[in-house]
């Protein structure tokens, strides 16, 4: 009880951070799905026609994204994290903010790219006006890829970390304000190595397909439990990709 009083204010925020990031995408979808087309912003289908307010916006939503997706799977080792941080009588809650912004600063840094794929998407018409995609081709492309990584053995080594909170820190602990910053940056990559290739899937499903979003977010919080009745969900959402690529190209 003592343990989730300490950590109830560190909890309280990054909740806020999640519900704030979703309520926004809520709102876009709102936004797209009852106004006119001619009076919403939509990305430009000529590459050379995009300006800096174009790339801001569609990077600004990819960010926001990132977070309502990857701060939910993160819980578990951000409180871990925390209790370490006061079992050594360190600056919990400081320290622990310090961890989540590195961790964070990897999923900003991977909205760059996804940014940028965007933008090549709408030029090659592989995406609508309305970020849906318009390629079938590719997007069975996506559920392949994203359904073989789910083998791959880098998938398999991250997502290891990832399951594994307080094996994670034991192995990496460093002090201070650098070292939690090291080690939030070092959990976001292999944060990264694990769900990068499902985090494609939003192209082939629609970029603001909120449900999509929602399954993609409960698949990683599920990979990441260490409850043993998901401790192949990330092999049968393999088998689930790749079928649904086989479909596509049928269809």
Request: glycine letters at 8%; hydrophobic letters at 55%; proline letters at 4%.
């Amino acid at each position: 009880m003592g343990t989730l009083k300490t950590q109830a204010p560190f909890l309280a925020l990054v909740l806020t951070w999640i519900f704030a990031a979703w309520g926004y995408l809520f709102y876009q979808h709102h936004v797209m799905a009852s106004q006119p087309m001619s009076s919403l912003w939509m990305p430009p289908s000529e590459p050379m026609a995009w300006g800096f307010i174009d790339f801001f916006l569609v990077y600004f939503m990819w960010a926001v994204m990132m977070a309502a997706m990857m701060l939910p799977t993160a819980i578990p080792m951000l409180l871990a994290f925390a209790r370490v941080c006061r079992q050594q009588s360190k600056a919990s809650f400081r320290l622990t903010g310090i961890f989540t912004s590195a961790y964070l600063a990897i999923w900003l840094l991977f909205s760059n790219v996804l940014t940028l794929l965007q933008w090549q998407l709408h030029g090659l018409a592989w995406l609508s006006p309305m970020m849906e995609n318009q390629n079938s081709i590719f997007a069975a492309g996506i559920f392949t890829v994203a359904g073989f990584y789910q083998f791959m053995p880098i998938k398999n080594a991250c997502l290891s970390h990832c399951q594994s909170p307080m094996g994670f820190l034991l192995n990496e602990w460093q002090d201070g304000h650098t070292g939690a910053f090291n080690m939030g940056l070092k959990h976001g990559v292999n944060c990264l190595g694990c769900c990068w290739a499902q985090m494609l899937i939003m192209f082939a499903v629609g970029v603001m397909n909120l449900l999509g979003m929602t399954l993609i977010t409960l698949l990683m919080i599920l990979e990441k439990s260490r409850l043993l009745g998901f401790r192949f969900i990330h092999q049968a959402a393999g088998v689930a990709f790749l079928g649904w690529g086989a479909l596509l190209l049928m269809a």
